[in-house]
């Protein structure tokens, strides 16, 4: 029965770190630039965008097709170091926990 109840008291713990980690991550932010700083998303590490900035001298005309590739970039920039940053706290968590790291979890 102690065994029972020592998981339970580590659910509860893993949830609370759980949230915590939430909120590490929802203040967390990741920059990336593209075309020379032309064009900046910003991601939060519960990846979601919290801004994109675009330089004035990025905009073309006639070449929309550019300034929309370099948004796509850093967008996809910003994004992708949130989920390295998110992946990073949950490999934290479940060593913490005694778990074996699973990718992509």
């Given at each position: 029965?102690?065994?029972?109840?020592?998981m339970l008291?580590?659910?509860?713990?893993?949830?609370?770190?759980?949230?915590?980690?939430?909120?590490?991550?929802?203040?967390?932010?990741?920059?990336?630039?593209?075309?020379?700083?032309?064009?900046?998303?910003?991601?939060?590490?519960?990846?979601?965008?919290?801004?994109?900035?675009?330089?004035?001298?990025?905009?073309?005309p006639g070449?929309?097709?550019?300034?929309?590739?370099?948004?796509?970039?850093?967008?996809?920039?910003?994004?992708?170091?949130?989920?390295?940053?998110?992946?990073?706290?949950?490999?934290?968590?479940?060593?913490?926990?005694?778990?074996?790291?699973?990718?992509?979890?």
């Open positions: 029965m102690s065994n029972m109840f020592k008291q580590d659910a509860v713990s893993a949830r609370k770190n759980l949230k915590k980690i939430q909120r590490e991550l929802e203040a967390k932010t990741i920059e990336y630039s593209a075309g020379n700083g032309a064009v900046r998303a910003t991601a939060r590490g519960d990846a979601s965008l919290a801004a994109i900035r675009i330089d004035p001298a990025a905009f073309e070449r929309m097709d550019r300034l929309e590739k370099l948004v796509l970039e850093a967008v996809n920039g910003a994004l992708e170091g949130a989920k390295k940053e998110s992946a990073e706290h949950m490999q934290k968590l479940m060593a913490g926990m005694g778990l074996p790291n699973i990718p992509g979890l």
